[in-house]
């Protein structure tokens, strides 16, 4: 008889964690679609949570109904309600508004006096240079031959020049869209949706996403805040009124 309530026991114990299922998937630059990695996945229903890996994977324990936040520096923090589905691939936006300010300070010193140009060459510092321009001169040559100096082919391909060009672009694409990033993360605006359409967070949060995902393929480049406004609240009468009634 013990023997058996101890085999019953095992056999309960080993289907619990049946009841719970492990959720799965990718996080994404929305405007890159680029992995991203080190970004904190917490299934606010259970508290479990997790770190994504450099392809942006990630894994928590969580069942249909839970919700999901996505959160990391510099970037608009998403969260997500789980349904039947078991792997996300989840986007999230770069602020680039939220980026700290910092100033440089530094000390020059300068004399200003210069010796007449006897070898007839000007110096690096004394022209102008950018990528791609190739001269005659002197750099760093200590036997004073003359010679060519190539300034920028090389450092147009480093992966720092690389990343600076992206940044630019991403502040770009951010500048064009900000009358929907300060619609999406208004306080204000996010209240009267849930009082208009008496919703609770997690209704709110998962139509934030079906409504961005359904206007993925413009972003809401170049749109103003009447725009976006009327689009959103146009998306809120029907989707939210569908999934009331």
């Known amino acids: 008889m013990i023997r ?41 229903s259970n508290n479990d949570s997790t770190i994504t890996n450099e392809r942006g994977y990630f894994r928590v324990s969580g069942v249909s109904g839970d919700s999901l936040h996505f959160s990391k520096d510099n ?10 589905q078991t792997h996300f691939v989840t986007q999230i936006y770069f602020n680039a508004r939220l980026l ?8 020059e010193f300068r004399i200003p006096f210069q010796v007449g140009n ?25 036997s004073l031959q003359p010679g060519l100096t190539l300034d920028g082919p090389f450092s147009y391909f480093m992966k720092s020049e690389r990343h600076k060009r992206e940044y630019a672009k991403k502040l770009d694409i951010l500048s ?15 209240t009267a949706l ?26 809401f480049l170049d749109m103003n805040r009447v725009q976006v406004e009327k689009l959103l609240l146009e998306f809120f009468q029907i989707h939210a009124y569908r999934k009331k009634y």
């Not at 064009?176 to 996010?190: A, G």
């Open 118 to 142: 006897v070898s007839g060459m000007k110096s690096l510092g004394n022209r102008p240079t950018g990528p791609g321009k190739i001269y005659t001169g002197l750099a760093n040559n200590p």
């Open 75 to 84: 970037y608009i923090p998403n969260t997500i309600l789980v349904g039947e």
């Open 194 to 219: 849930k009082e208009t359409f008496l919703l609770g967070d997690r209704e709110l949060d998962s139509l934030i996403v079906a409504f961005n995902l359904e206007n993925q393929y413009h972003q």
């Open 176 to 190: 064009r869209k900000k009358d929907y990033l300060e619609v999406i993360q208004s306080d204000s605006v996010m």
């Open 4 to 44: 058996f309530c101890l085999l019953l026991l095992f056999f309960s114990a080993s289907h619990v964690p049946a009841l719970s299922q492990k959720l799965t998937g990718n996080v994404i630059d929305a405007l890159d679609k680029a992995y991203i990695d080190k970004v904190l996945v917490v299934n606010l």
């Open 100 to 107: 700290p300010t910092f100033d440089v300070y530094a000390n």
